[in-house]
T-cell receptor, first 109, second 115 residues
Framework: GDSVTQMEGPVTLSEEAFLTINCTYT??????LFWYVQYPGEGLQLLLK?????DKGSNKGFEATYRKETTSFHLEKGSVQVSDSAVYFCATGTYKYIFGTGTRLKVLA | EAGVAQSPRYKIIEKRQSVAFWCNPI?????LYWYQQILGQGPKLLIQ????????DSQLPKDRFSAERLKGVDSTLKIQPAKLEDSAVYLC?????????????FGSGTQLSVL
């Protein structure tokens, strides 16, 4: 069945450091890929998405590229801020949406 | 535009009791999902409806969980009897249609504590 594997957290970085959160997937068909974010005390919200191979999703300085050959959708940001501290979920979707286990990011000032 | 509405926001029950959660999706959204999110884990799909039909309920513990979406609009999820391990946030989400949706619209969730 479809599945998503993310790197385990927590990830702790200093402000302005480079961020990578790895995500790989298995899915039948041609899924869309998503990153959702959950800030403390808030609900899940879409951060970015990509709908086909080689597409790059971007939002708020975060980027992720849909790599079909490596079945990956790694999340990156060049310079993290304290306000980016949250839990990040990778997800795959065709008719069924499967989420990874989440990666907690803590950014220190 | 109103978002996905869920109630109650919080619920505390004793084990072996029953509980029900309600969800009203965004108007016109055909697909409705119920997810279970245990603390520290990702959302796990329990059941997916397309209008009032079930698309996927393979991970729904059918001996204790049930869900319905009469008339293809709002939905209820019931647990009877509850177990300690059912303590989680129950999330409802909807999309205009199910296949390759642009994104899921999530409600704020119901936090269930089973004592």
């Amino acid at each position: 069945g479809d599945s998503v594997t993310q790197m385990e957290g927590p990830v702790t970085l200093s402000e302005e450091a480079f961020l990578t959160i790895n995500c790989t997937y298995t899915a039948t068909g041609y899924p869309s890929l998503f990153w959702y974010v959950q800030y403390p005390g808030e609900g899940l919200q879409l951060l970015l998405k990509a709908t086909k191979a080689d597409d790059k999703g971007s939002n708020k300085g975060f980027e992720a590229t849909y790599r079909k050959e490596t079945t990956s959708f790694h999340l990156e940001k060049g310079s993290v801020q304290v306000s980016d501290s949250a839990v990040y979920f990778c997800a795959t979707g065709t008719y069924k949406y499967i989420f990874g286990t989440g990666t907690r990011l803590k950014v220190l000032a | 535009e109103a978002g996905v509405a869920q109630s109650p926001r919080y619920k505390i029950i004793e084990k072996r009791q029953s509980v029900a959660f309600w969800c009203n999706p965004i108007s016109g959204h055909a697909t409705l999902y119920w997810y279970q999110q245990i603390l520290g884990q990702g959302p796990k799909l329990l059941i997916q409806f397309q209008n009032n039909g079930v698309v996927d309920d393979s991970q729904l513990p059918k001996d204790r969980f049930s869900a319905e979406r009469l008339k293809g609009v709002d939905s209820t999820l019931k647990i009877q009897p509850a177990k300690l391990e059912d303590s989680a946030v129950y999330l409802c989400a909807s999309t205009p249609d199910g296949y390759r949706a642009e994104k899921l619209f999530f409600g704020s969730g119901t936090q269930l504590s089973v004592l």
